[in-house]
């Protein structure tokens, strides 16, 4: 059973802070994702890794970065965190399947970040 | 970039009777449509998806459509039940989602006894 663990269900931090939100998969997927969840907007990609060391960006980079330095772990990094990164952040993973393309994409529980 | 329209984004039908979540693409290259459900409180789940070689695929009571020449795609439950009750997402991808999914704002359906 595929299992995307992120290190916090619930974090607080303040305006300014540096915030690290971590992501382990086990099931040695090569492809690993972050999105953002907000009310009406749907779940929006941020930033994604095939491979490690690897990033790309993704539809809303601006104001995060990503590190990836073993293949089963991906964080996410809000350099100054602001209050319009109040949100449900959510993990995913993924394999490389044979025709290039990824397989089905399994999320993690998901990190609610409050940003007072 | 892709764009993903999702209609409606409430729908509430009676317990047995059908559901129908509509969404389109703009994209012409995305070969890879799955759809989401999340229920409250819980992580999004894939539930069925379809690739761009496929016209329709069917599990059990839930079928989606595709049709590439007018970009959209469809989600159909048959025979609602109260656990169909959730959220749901559609999604489409280029090259199969190696650079992520876009995903539409969802549908809140809501299964009335």
């Known amino acids: 059973d595929v299992k995307v663990t992120q290190s916090s269900r619930y974090l607080v931090k303040r305006t300014g802070e540096k915030v690290f939100l971590e992501c382990v998969q086990d099931?040695?997927?090569?492809?690993m994702f972050w999105y953002r969840q907000d009310p009406g907007l749907g779940l929006r990609l941020i930033y994604f890794?095939?491979?490690?060391?690897?990033?790309e960006k993704g539809d809303i980079p601006e104001g995060y970065s990503v590190s990836r330095e073993k293949k089963e772990r991906f964080s996410l990094i809000l350099e100054s965190a602001s209050t319009n990164q109040t949100s449900m952040y959510l993990c995913?993973?993924?394999?490389?399947?044979?025709?290039?393309?990824?397989?089905?994409?399994?999320f993690g529980p998901g990190t609610r970040l409050t940003v007072l | 970039g892709e764009n993903v329209e999702q209609h409606p984004s409430t729908l509430s039908v009676q317990e047995g009777d059908s559901a129908v979540i509509k969404c389109t693409y703009s994209?012409?290259?995305?070969?890879?449509f799955p759809w989401y459900k999340q229920e409250l409180g819980k992580r999004p789940q894939l539930i069925i998806d379809?690739?761009?070689?496929?016209g329709e695929k069917k599990d059990q009571r839930i079928a989606v459509t595709l049709n590439k020449t007018a970009k959209h795609f469809s989600l159909h439950i048959t025979e609602t039940q109260p656990e169909d009750s959730a959220v749901y997402f559609c999604?489409?991808?280029?090259?199969?989602?190696?650079?992520?999914?876009?995903f539409g704002k969802g549908t809140h359906l809501i299964i009335q006894p």
């Open positions: 379809i690739r761009s070689n496929v």
């Open positions: 999604a489409a991808t280029v090259r199969g989602g190696a650079d992520g999914l876009t």
């Open positions: 995913a993973s993924s394999f490389i399947s044979a025709g290039g393309g990824t397989d089905t994409q399994y």
């Open positions: 099931m040695d997927h090569e492809n």
């Open positions: 890794s095939y491979d490690v060391k690897m990033k």
């Open positions: 994209d012409s290259a995305s070969n890879y």
